[in-house]
């Protein structure tokens, strides 16, 4: 189930990166069309949609690998009995934040859906489908809260630590810049 959990986490990072890279592309075919005198005027609401398709992709991801802002200075200097407490509060409460995030996030696709909402800019698609992005990037965020939690409940090391203390082991402290 662990391997199962990573290879899934890990592949909501390279789409959302994938979308990084589309954005790229997009950006630039865009840049080359406007003084081709194409028409490009599309390319902008692809563009948001793979931007907030990168940033939910990439949430769970980014969690487990410690790159999300946390509080260490406070961590480093609590014991690791008010640090369990700590962590156990915080992952909990952000498992019901984010719970509600993915629930209405689902419920807002589904009414798209449900509705026919259609996207009334140049390009003219069902709403649901970029939407569906958020739904996905939300409900992995809370499986990886969840499974942090879990990690934490069962005295173990959660995976944001131990990934970062891995990281800088190796030196790279580039990610906390």
Known sequence: M?????R?????????A?????????????????VAAWRVGWV?????????????????????HGDFVRVTLLLDRMSPRVRFAFETVSLAVASVAIGYLAFWAARFTWESWKFNDMATNMVAIPMWI???????????????????????????????????????ARGDF????
């Open 2 to 6: 662990r391997r199962a959990l990573d």
């Open 8 to 16: 899934l986490f890990t592949l909501a990072g390279q789409l959302a």
């Open 18 to 34: 994938l979308c990084v890279l589309t954005i790229f592309v997009l950006m630039i075919a865009a840049s080359v069309g406007r």
């Open 44 to 64: 902008n609401d692809v563009v948001s949609w793979l931007c907030a398709a990168a940033a939910f992709l990439a949430m769970a991801h980014a969690f487990k």
């Open 130 to 168: 970029p939407q569906l992005s958020f739904v996905v990037g939300s409900a992995l965020f809370l499986l990886a809260v969840l499974d942090e939690l879990f990690t934490v409940l069962r005295g173990q090391k959660p995976t944001y630590v131990r990934l970062v203390e891995e990281r800088h």
């Open 174 to 177: 580039s990610e906390d810049l």
